[in-house]
C-alpha cells in the first residue's frame, strides 16, 4: 500500500492564481483531512470528509473548497491565492467507526509558497 | 471551542537527558494521541490512551493520561538523537461521534550530542 499521497511537493504560485492540492488514500479510509502547518505551529484543520460527497469546515476553511467524489481522492482547491496561505499542507486518513478514536495517517506534504 | 495548549513550546536537552512534554485541554477528551514529527516530515502517530489514569510505555517512552481526561505528558528518558523531532498530541473533545482531531501546537525537541 502507498498510504496517503500528495502531489505536488512544492509549488510556487503568484497572488491570485488558482491550483488543486492533490490527495489520495489506498486503505479504503472512510475519513479525510487537510491540515495547514505554519512555520512552528501546530496543525489546523482546513477541510474534512466522512465519506464521499460529504465534506465541512474545519477551523479555517476560508479561501479553500474541496470535493470528494471517491473514497480515494480528497482534492484541496485554492481559488485566489494570497501570501497568508503560503505553508504546508497535510492531509491524513482514517478509518472511523465511532467509539474511543481511531488513527490519522499523514500524507508527505504539499509545501505552498504563494509571492 | 476546544483549545488544546502543549508546554513547553521548545526544548533542547544534552544527549542523554530526560524530557518531558505537557498537554492540557480545555475540554474533556474522550482519548488521546501523540504524534512525532521529524524535521521536514510529516506527522506519525505513537499512541493512543484511552482511559482515565492510564500509563503506557513504549521503550524509553512513556505516556500518561490524567485522571480527569483533561491532560496527558509524554516523557522520554535518556534521550537520542533520533528522538528529535516535534511531539504533537491530539484529542475529540468528549462525547464527539466524529473523527475530528484538535492538535495542539506541539513541543519541538531539539537533542545536542
Known amino acids: 500500500n502507498a498510504g496517503v499521497t500528495q502531489t505536488p511537493k512544492f509549488r510556487i504560485l503568484k497572488i491570485g492564481q488558482s491550483m488543486t492540492l492533490q490527495c489520495a488514500q489506498d486503505?479504503?479510509?472512510?475519513?479525510m483531512y487537510w491540515y495547514r502547518q505554519d512555520p512552528g505551529m501546530g496543525l489546523k484543520l482546513i477541510y474534512y470528509?466522512?465519506?464521499?460527497?460529504?465534506?465541512d469546515k474545519g477551523e479555517v476553511p476560508n479561501g479553500y473548497n474541496v470535493s470528494r467524489s471517491t473514497t480515494e481522492d480528497f482534492p484541496l482547491r485554492l481559488e485566489l491565492a494570497a501570501p497568508s496561505q503560503t505553508s504546508v499542507y497535510f492531509c491524513?486518513?482514517?478509518?472511523?467507526?465511532?467509539?474511543?478514536?481511531?488513527?490519522?495517517?499523514f500524507g508527505p506534504g504539499t509545501r505552498l509558497l504563494v509571492l | 471551542g476546544q483549545q488544546v495548549m502543549q508546554i513547553p513550546q521548545y526544548q533542547h536537552v544534552q544527549e542523554g537527558e530526560d524530557f518531558t512534554t505537557y498537554c492540557n485541554s480545555s475540554?474533556?477528551?474522550?482519548?488521546i494521541q501523540w504524534y512525532k514529527q521529524r524535521p521536514g516530515g510529516h506527522p506519525v502517530f505513537l499512541i493512543q490512551l484511552v482511559k482515565s489514569g492510564e500509563v503506557k510505555k513504549q521503550k524509553r517512552l512513556t505516556f500518561q493520561f490524567g485522571e480527569a481526561k483533561k491532560n496527558s505528558s509524554l516523557h522520554i528518558t535518556a534521550t537520542q538523537t533520533t528522538d528529535v523531532g516535534t511531539y504533537f498530541c491530539?484529542?475529540?473533545?468528549?462525547?464527539?461521534?466524529?473523527?475530528?482531531?484538535?492538535f495542539g501546537q506541539g513541543t519541538i525537541l531539539t537533542v545536542h550530542p
Open positions: 486503505m479504503n479510509h472512510n475519513y
Open positions: 470528509s466522512v465519506g464521499a460527497g460529504i465534506t
Open positions: 475540554t474533556t477528551l474522550s482519548n
Open positions: 491530539a484529542g475529540p473533545p468528549k462525547g464527539t461521534s466524529y473523527g475530528k482531531l484538535t
Open positions: 491524513a486518513s482514517s478509518y472511523f467507526v465511532g467509539g474511543t478514536g481511531e488513527t490519522q495517517y
